[in-house]
């Protein structure tokens, strides 16, 4: 189930200016206290995603806060909620919303009278993203949003045209593949005559990465540059929490998102990471300069969760 945030009010800052990368900082201020209301203060939290955002974001650095005074039902904000997420994007786009002004029973109550709900227009900011805590969300209605940068929204490159005349060939066996060289791929300017030389490169690179022929364990890639302590001189859950945060985020760096069920303490989850599934988890070095993303989950791994499960 996803962590869904329901601040009291809520402010932010995002970057997507780095393709596959998302950075920035938000300030959920959580329910007021009736015992402190002078006390009231927003918690701080950075993000850190792989990934890019959608629509008339992608590209793009924006601020945005919400317009409410306060939320129709703010509740408190998770403990667990780290203030450093870390991790993989999801689907974050804003876009045009209709819905009615009424409350649901309103509007229940209204339609068995035969009356037709008001609807307003709207926008929604939907941010998604994956991280030690897991499945996150956070959707903010109607927020102010300014963009903080001048550069229009990049564009995708267009797809390469095709002669009509290829699509009646027949497809032969191992039509990928040269003849007489078997497991030797065509080059895709062979398959696709006037093949961009950029989109080939592309489409050369995808293949290496799906046939995973040059991976190699997620260790390799991070262990020498973090200088990661052994898990056991990791004693506190402060010092695991710390040291798990860089390697999950030296992880994300490398398009491979890791999500660790609530059964596991720091501790716990760090010496699983360290001592098993960085040798076990393998990536190809470019993995993320193309944009791809591997996910693992500690689900099978846990005992606890299989219980649940079943």
């Known amino acids: 189930?996803?962590?869904?945030?329901?601040?009291?009010?809520?402010?932010?800052?995002?970057?997507?200016?780095?393709?596959?990368v998302i950075t920035g900082e938000l300030q959920l201020?959580?329910?007021?206290?009736?015992?402190s209301p002078n006390e009231w203060k927003p918690i701080t939290v950075e993000i850190k995603l792989t990934g890019n955002l959608s629509g008339s974001l992608k590209s793009r650095s924006f601020e945005f806060e919400s317009t409410e005074a306060e939320s129709p039902a703010p509740v408190p904000l998770p403990e667990s909620l780290h203030s450093e997420q870390v991790g993989e994007a999801g689907d974050c786009f804003w876009q045009e919303v209709h819905g009615p002004r009424l409350s649901v029973e309103a509007v229940h109550e209204g339609i068995a009278r035969g009356?037709?709900?008001?609807?307003?227009?709207?926008t929604s900011l939907h941010l998604e993203w994956f991280s030690h805590n897991g499945h996150v969300v956070l959707e903010v209605i109607n927020p102010v949003l300014n963009f903080i940068d001048d550069a229009p929204p990049a564009v995708?490159?267009?797809?390469?045209?095709?002669?009509?005349?290829?699509?009646?060939?027949?497809?032969?066996?191992?039509?990928?593949?040269?003849?007489?060289?078997p497991g030797e791929r065509r080059?895709?300017?062979?398959?696709?005559?006037?093949?961009?030389?950029?989109?080939?490169?592309?489409?050369e690179q995808w293949d290496e990465i799906t046939d995973g022929s040059k991976d190699e364990p997620i260790r390799n890639l991070i262990e020498g540059p973090l200088h990661l302590p052994k898990p056991q001189?990791?004693?506190?859950?402060?010092?695991?929490?710390?040291?798990?945060?860089?390697?999950?985020?030296?992880?994300?760096?490398?398009?491979v998102n890791l999500t660790i069920c609530d059964h596991y303490t720091d501790v716990e989850a760090y010496r699983l990471l360290v001592?098993?599934?960085?040798?076990?988890?393998?990536?190809?070095?470019?993995?993320?300069?193309?944009?791809?993303?591997?996910?693992y989950d500690t689900f099978d791994l846990c005992e606890k969760c299989q219980a649940e499960f079943i």
């Open 1 to 20: 189930m996803a962590m869904r945030l329901h601040p009291h009010r809520v402010r932010g800052r995002l970057s997507n200016r780095e393709h596959n």
């Open 233 to 255: 001189d990791v004693q506190t859950e402060e010092e695991a929490g710390a040291a798990l945060d860089t390697l999950l985020d030296a992880m994300a760096d490398h398009g």
């Open 275 to 295: 001592e098993e599934l960085l040798d076990k988890i393998e990536v190809h070095p470019e993995q993320a300069d193309a944009g791809w993303v591997s996910y």
């Open 187 to 203: 080059a895709w300017s062979d398959v696709i005559p006037g093949l961009d030389p950029k989109i080939e490169a592309m489409y």
């Open 29 to 35: 201020w959580p329910p007021r206290s009736e015992e």
């Open 115 to 122: 009356e037709t709900p008001p609807v307003d227009r709207g």
């Open 156 to 181: 995708p490159s267009p797809l390469p045209v095709i002669d009509a005349n290829d699509l009646d060939r027949p497809i032969e066996k191992d039509d990928a593949l040269n003849p007489g060289q």
